[in-house]
Structures are given as structure tokens and as C-alpha cells.
């Protein structure tokens, strides 16, 4: 009698785990993607659109006994070899063109104006990046919220080492003020080539240059400040989704 028992829990223990790799499976085959690659151009690079597959092994390991449940699923990142983590290299020059996503970069001078274009952004629901050389970022780190939309431009090894002592790792380098490849790479910091850099005309200038993935420079001035509401506008009617230069180049 204990035999038949024991025999027909061990059926069914086995029953349920066929269940559960299978929904794994199931739910694997809907759900995992490849690698998109991006390209490489004379300018840089343009980044591709990483994959992601379930890890079968370790989802079963987690449901065993228990049943299929999606948030016991694991994952892993199927990363595309144009990635920001394998081309500290290469300059990038714009993120993938499979989401409708732009990022927009302030670059910060006279620190007379920022302010009032993040809070414009922010009434739209947009997220503005800030580009700032050491000076800049040092004066004004105290005001700023959100330290993750912050990039580097310098000149020098010693200028990037005092950035890293206020935002660690956590930037990207820009060639703004000086080809900075080789110092950044060391730090193991991507570098962003400024090729969409605009000093006036703000809303003509997007209009001419905007496409998915695209990453625009904003002069910090008086001009491109009173356009900034109507540019957020045009922007979003266009489908595009503003977004901050680590969500863009992710």
C-alpha cells in the first residue's frame, strides 16, 4: 500500500515538472529575441538592439515544486556585439533605429539658462540630458536631481579625473571639446561623436536632422530656450519618445 502511494506521488511530482518545463519552454518561444546588430559608419558607430532569452535551467529551478509562474521566469541578456559594452573603442553616434527613441543633450556654458530648459522638458514629460565640462559641473551639482543624464566634455586626463570623483563611472565622454577616445576607453567610459550640434533655429534645425536613435546637441542659450516647448511638440508628434541618453544607448 505505502509502495503504491509512494509510486503514484513520484507520477505526479514528474507530471507537474513535464507541465512546468513545458510552459517554460512555451513561454521561451514567444518571448525570446535575437540580437539586432547596428552598423559601423566613417563617423562611429551605431548601436544595434540587444536580445533576450529565458534562462530554461535556472526558471525550472525556481518553479520546481511549486508551478509555472511568470515572475519566477529568469533571463539572459543576448548582447549584440556593436554594444556599449564591447566599443569603448569607437565614438557611437546614435542609438538603435528599431524604438522611436531621441535623446536631446543641453550643453551647458554660461549655466544662465539650463535650469529653465529642464523645467520646460519636465512640463512636457521629456527628458533632457546635460553636457558639462568640469567648471560647470562642479558649480552647479548641487541644483541637479538626476546624475545619470550627465555627460563629460574636457580636454584633458586630469579634467575627466576630477568628473570621476564627483560622478565615478557613470557618464558618457563626448569629443565636444577634444578627441577623448583613448582617456575614456582606459576608464572603460563609452564616447558619443557630436555630430547633430545645434546653436540657433532650434525647431528648423530638428526638423532636418531627427530619426530614430538620433542623439542632438543643444547649445545652452536664450534662443534655443524660447524654442524648446515647440521643439518637445514637434518631437513628440512625430511619434518619437525623448529619453535620456543611458535609456537611448541601453
Same mark, same amino acid.
Given at each position: 500500500?505505502?509502495?503504491?502511494?509512494?509510486? *503514484?506521488?513520484?507520477?505526479?511530482?514528474?507530471?507537474?515538472?513535464?507541465?512546468?518545463?513545458?510552459?517554460?519552454?512555451?513561454?521561451?518561444?514567444?518571448?525570446?529575441?535575437? =540580437?539586432?546588430?547596428?552598423?559601423?559608419? @566613417? *563617423?562611429?558607430?551605431?548601436?544595434?538592439?540587444?536580445?533576450?532569452?529565458?534562462?530554461?535551467?535556472?526558471?525550472?529551478?525556481?518553479?520546481?515544486?511549486?508551478?509555472?509562474?511568470?515572475?519566477?521566469? @529568469?533571463?539572459?541578456?543576448?548582447? =549584440?556585439?556593436?554594444?556599449?559594452?564591447?566599443?569603448?573603442?569607437?565614438?557611437?553616434?546614435?542609438?538603435?533605429?528599431?524604438?522611436?527613441?531621441?535623446?536631446?543633450?543641453?550643453?551647458?556654458?554660461?549655466?544662465?539658462?539650463?535650469?529653465?530648459?529642464?523645467?520646460?522638458? @519636465?512640463?512636457?514629460?521629456?527628458?533632457?540630458?546635460?553636457?558639462?565640462?568640469?567648471?560647470?559641473?562642479?558649480?552647479?551639482? @548641487?541644483?541637479?536631481?538626476?546624475?545619470?543624464?550627465?555627460?563629460?566634455?574636457?580636454?584633458?586626463?586630469?579634467?575627466?579625473?576630477?568628473?570621476?570623483?564627483?560622478?565615478?563611472?557613470?557618464?558618457? =565622454?563626448?569629443?565636444?571639446?577634444?578627441?577623448?577616445?583613448?582617456? =575614456?576607453?582606459?576608464?572603460?567610459?563609452?564616447?558619443?561623436?557630436?555630430?547633430?550640434?545645434?546653436?540657433?533655429?532650434?525647431?528648423?534645425?530638428?526638423?532636418?536632422?531627427?530619426?530614430?536613435?538620433?542623439?542632438?546637441?543643444?547649445?545652452?542659450?536664450?534662443?534655443?530656450?524660447?524654442?524648446?516647448?515647440?521643439?518637445?511638440?514637434?518631437?513628440?508628434?512625430?511619434?518619437?519618445?525623448?529619453?535620456?541618453?543611458?535609456?537611448?544607448?541601453?
Amino acid at each position: 500500500m505505502f509502495s503504491f502511494y509512494y509510486t *503514484d506521488k513520484v507520477t505526479k511530482i514528474s507530471e507537474q515538472n513535464n507541465v512546468i518545463m513545458a510552459s517554460i519552454n512555451d513561454y521561451a518561444i514567444k518571448h525570446d529575441s535575437k =540580437c539586432i546588430e547596428g552598423s559601423i559608419t @566613417e *563617423d562611429g558607430v551605431i548601436l544595434g538592439l540587444s536580445g533576450i532569452s529565458v534562462n530554461k535551467n535556472k526558471s525550472y529551478s525556481n518553479m520546481k515544486g511549486i508551478g509555472f509562474d511568470e515572475k519566477l521566469i @529568469e533571463y539572459n541578456n543576448e548582447e =549584440c556585439i556593436l554594444s556599449t559594452n564591447n566599443n569603448y573603442d569607437k565614438y557611437i553616434v546614435a542609438g538603435n533605429s528599431y524604438n522611436n527613441n531621441v535623446s536631446l543633450i543641453i550643453d551647458v556654458n554660461s549655466g544662465k539658462y539650463f535650469s529653465k530648459m529642464l523645467k520646460i522638458a @519636465e512640463t512636457k514629460e521629456a527628458i533632457i540630458n546635460l553636457l558639462f565640462n568640469y567648471e560647470m559641473l562642479n558649480k552647479h551639482i @548641487e541644483s541637479i536631481s538626476n546624475h545619470n543624464n550627465i555627460l563629460f566634455k574636457g580636454k584633458n586626463k586630469d579634467e575627466l579625473n576630477d568628473y570621476i570623483k564627483i560622478l565615478h563611472d557613470e557618464f558618457y =565622454c563626448t569629443n565636444r571639446e577634444s578627441d577623448v577616445i583613448d582617456i =575614456c576607453k582606459n576608464k572603460k567610459l563609452n564616447s558619443i561623436n557630436v555630430i547633430n550640434y545645434i546653436d540657433k533655429n532650434l525647431l528648423l534645425n530638428i526638423k532636418k536632422i531627427l530619426n530614430k536613435g538620433s542623439i542632438i546637441f543643444i547649445k545652452e542659450n536664450e534662443f534655443n530656450m524660447n524654442e524648446l516647448s515647440s521643439t518637445i511638440n514637434y518631437i513628440k508628434s512625430r511619434g518619437y519618445n525623448i529619453v535620456s541618453i543611458t535609456e537611448l544607448l541601453s
